[in-house]
């Protein structure tokens, strides 16, 4: 099995920046895509950024600009920098990772981003 724990979100004003990272422990052979997710009140839960084990990116159209994903190989960890956070950005952002051979998914519990005005 593998644990995610994730940190770093909170309150913060518009414009204002946060860094989330999410650490991965256990029973890891290899961690492919690593990559953020965020669910708003009412919405789906949507893609914002990933990242693969080449260190290539792929952002949300909403995020491109603003968001830049980062991962630490040696510590099994991603992170998102976020600036420019807008009103819009509010949501529980999820961790997730893709893990060894066979591709086995696992989720973070999640971490709340509150963008006021």
């Known amino acids: 099995q593998v644990q995610l724990v994730e940190s770093g979100g909170g309150l913060v004003q518009s414009g204002g920046s946060l860094r989330l990272s999410c650490a991965a422990s256990?029973?890891?052979?290899?961690?492919?895509?690593m990559g953020w997710y965020r669910q708003a009140d009412g919405k789906q839960r949507e893609l914002v950024a990933n990242?693969?084990?080449?260190?290539?990116?792929n952002y949300a159209d909403s995020v491109k600009g603003r968001f830049s994903i980062s991962r630490d190989n040696a510590k099994n960890t991603v992170y998102l920098q976020m600036n420019s956070l807008k009103i819009e950005d509010t949501a529980v952002y999820y961790c997730?990772?893709?893990?060894?051979?066979?591709?086995?998914?696992?989720w973070g519990q999640g971490t709340q981003v509150t963008v006021s005005s």
């Open positions: 256990g029973r890891i052979f290899r961690i492919n895509t």
């Open positions: 997730k990772v893709v893990v060894g051979p066979w591709g086995s998914t696992y």
């Open positions: 990242i693969d084990n080449g260190g290539s990116q």
